[in-house]
């Protein structure tokens, strides 16, 4: 979110409440999860989130690169999350910037809470995520496509891990916001939990919101993810239908 003179912020909300793109502010918008897309991955998902395109693929358990990470009671989770160069209007510089760094921390801390690393010591479970496409909200994506790809390599875990992220744009609550909204929005706070549990496993927040509306923004976000398991756990009924493979989950704003 950055610093820009008022008379460069759109109009974020109209005045019947409708966001820049036509939402609600409670509307996702439209998410299409692909299961197993990859046959080299053990396991893998393919997100399309508004103009978002991430893809996730899933190896191990497996021998741990670089050896030194080994742990003798537990796996490790690895994750390397990466924005290509051309997922954005103004080309990145290619490679993991600081930024990627910290997101592939949160994000295999994330489910190294949820998965059950115990079974499988010495070894490694890697996660690669790939931005291919980005209009905010992609290390939800990420973690979306991730969760889904997790489950599509058979890995045991507690339960899918859905995300979303709630912000705060024109002094309103909104769910999952848009590239616009990240940008002129006064805050953004990316989550995601366990929905049987409703235990969070990330939470991040960048901008500033007072104590009722973060309240409001995690109940809101709570609904959100409820909405995009189910998606999730269609999307991975399909992969494993003996019917007539299904193109993919879906869900319309």
Partial sequence: MG?????????????????IDGRGLEDLRP?????????????????????????A???GP????????????????QCKYNMA?????????PGLDRRSQE???????????????????????????EVLQANAGTRCAGVVAASVALADAGIPM????????????AGTIVLDLKKEEDNYGEADLPMALVPRSGRLVLLQMEGHMTRDELKRSLDLGVTGCKKIYEVQKQALRDRYAVSAP????EVAA
Avoid: C
């Fill in 246 to 249: 299904s193109a993919g989950a």
């Fill in 158 to 169: 507690v339960d899918l891990v859905p995300a979303v992220a709630v912000g705060k744009v």
């Fill in 31 to 55: 998410l299409r999860i692909t299961a197993g897309p990859l046959q080299q991955a053990e396991g893998s998902a393919f997100v399309e989130w508004g103009d978002n395109k991430v893809m």
């Fill in 103 to 129: 997101i592939s921390k949160v994000i295999a801390e994330a489910f190294e809470s949820v998965l059950f690393v115990e079974e499988y010591p010495r070894t490694s479970i890697d996660i690669y995520i």
């Fill in 3 to 19: 610093s820009i003179g008022a008379k460069d912020v759109p109009q974020l909300l109209d005045a019947n409440g409708r966001r």
């Fill in 62 to 77: 497996r021998e741990v690169h670089p050896r030194h990470l080994q742990q003798t009671t537990k796996a490790v989770v």
């Fill in 85 to 93: 160069a051309f997922s954005v209007d103004e080309r990145k510089r």
């Fill in 57 to 59: 693929a899933v190896y």
